[in-house]
């Protein structure tokens, strides 16, 4: 078990000298995860651009920063492959502004000493990238966005597995393979008040290795490792693409000029442009039309108002009530991506609640769609 339990410890090093210089995770967001319960509310916009739009082509502006973070983290770990089997006291990447920058175990990084690992693995992969499409955000509960999705799909191949158990260091006779999805979902945040920005948010899909191995394999070195090892590569692979719009944080998109300053990308239309046979030309458009000056008259715009709240009898599938005599409500009401929130006093089975008369939301008549959608949701 001690040898079994150093075998796992190899490959699972692997992953952390690859990444740990990145620093973060990565968490999925609940608005690209869909709930088979509540269906999403329907995307309410952006519009799409116009013929002669702004675009950043994929493979220029956006690919690079993807594959770019992974090569980094394979190249660091197989530079150090050597000096970690054979005990250096340090490693370091050969390009850098710094000691600090360059650090990638026995040495310090950010003020914090970074251990020489005691694992190590030669890490190859190999990349794909699928045309990017309009997506939708997920919320049940409140408004959604088109966003542009673009989808990578990873394989990583791991061989020259090496680690120690206490004092005895040994060679994994097996590679293993382990694949991985990458989604960033492209958004033009804020459009809705007439100005936005582009923005970008990566979500990680769980790492799932190749159970096509042998028989022999299993036998020796037991099937944990097909839990041990996604777990890892998950993790590190996440850690690597931290500092790119990660989970529920976007990262804003832009330029820097001359003086250093960023230059956001401003928005207010979206669209994706996608070619099977040209996947070069394939490009995330986007486009700012300028809003009105003046605030919309009155006659252009649509007042919605809560009358009034009634609490329902509520029974669970034995037709028995499941609900406490006196409940607590509160609701959430979306007119466009205007909100109100009512509180109501606590409420009996049966009872109404008459809303006051400041209880309206105004908002401007829908130019593109033709339709206002309306959200409640009663918490």
Not at 281 to 298: C, G, H, M, Q, T
Request: charged share 15%.
């Amino acid at each position: 078990m001690q040898v079994h339990a150093g075998r796992m410890l190899a490959i699972a090093t692997v992953f952390a000298i690859a990444a740990f210089c990145t620093g973060g995770g990565v968490t999925a967001s609940a608005q690209y995860t869909y709930d088979n319960y509540y269906a999403p509310t329907p995307p309410q916009g952006p519009p799409l651009p116009g013929a002669s739009s702004q675009f950043i082509t994929v493979d220029t502006f956006i690919t690079p920063e993807v594959y770019g973070r992974i090569d980094q983290a394979i190249s660091d770990n197989n530079r150090c492959y050597l000096p970690a089997k054979f005990g250096a006291a340090s490693c370091f990447r050969a390009e850098g502004v710094d000691d600090n920058d360059k650090c990638i175990w026995g040495c310090t990084k950010n003020g914090v000493l970074v251990p020489r690992p005691t694992s190590a693995a030669i890490i190859t992969a190999t990349k794909k990238r699928y045309s990017p499409w309009l997506f939708q955000t997920l919320y049940p509960d409140r408004p959604n966005d088109h966003v542009a999705l673009v989808s990578y799909f990873v394989i990583y191949n791991l061989s020259q597995i090496w680690g120690c158990s206490g004092p005895v260091c040994f060679d994994y006779p097996f590679s293993r393979t382990v694949s991985q999805s990458i989604d960033l979902y492209i958004s033009c945040d804020g459009w809705q008040t007439g100005t936005g920005g582009l923005a970008v948010t990566s979500v990680l899909a769980p790492a799932y290795m190749d159970p096509d191995h042998s028989v022999l394999e299993d036998t020796l070195f037991g099937i944990l490792w097909n839990n041990v090892v996604p777990h890892y590569v998950d993790s590190r692979i996440r850690s690597a693409l931290s500092t790119f719009g990660a989970g529920t944080k976007k990262k804003p998109l832009g330029t820097t000029d001359s003086n250093g300053v960023f230059q956001p990308m401003v928005c207010n239309r979206l669209g994706v442009t996608s070619f099977s046979d040209a996947p070069a030309l394939e490009s995330i458009n986007f486009d700012y039309v300028r809003p009105p000056r003046f605030p919309p008259l009155a006659l252009n715009q649509i007042t919605v108002r809560v009358i009034q709240v009634r609490r329902l009898t509520v029974h669970d599938t034995c037709c028995i009530n499941n609900t406490s005599a006196t409940e607590n409500p509160q609701l959430e009401f979306y007119a466009g991506y205007s909100k109100l929130v009512l509180t109501p006093p606590p409420m009996l089975e049966g009872q109404i609640y008459f809303a006051p008369s400041t209880a309206t939301l105004s908002v401007p008549v829908p130019s593109n769609t033709g339709q206002l959608v309306l959200i409640a949701t009663m918490w």
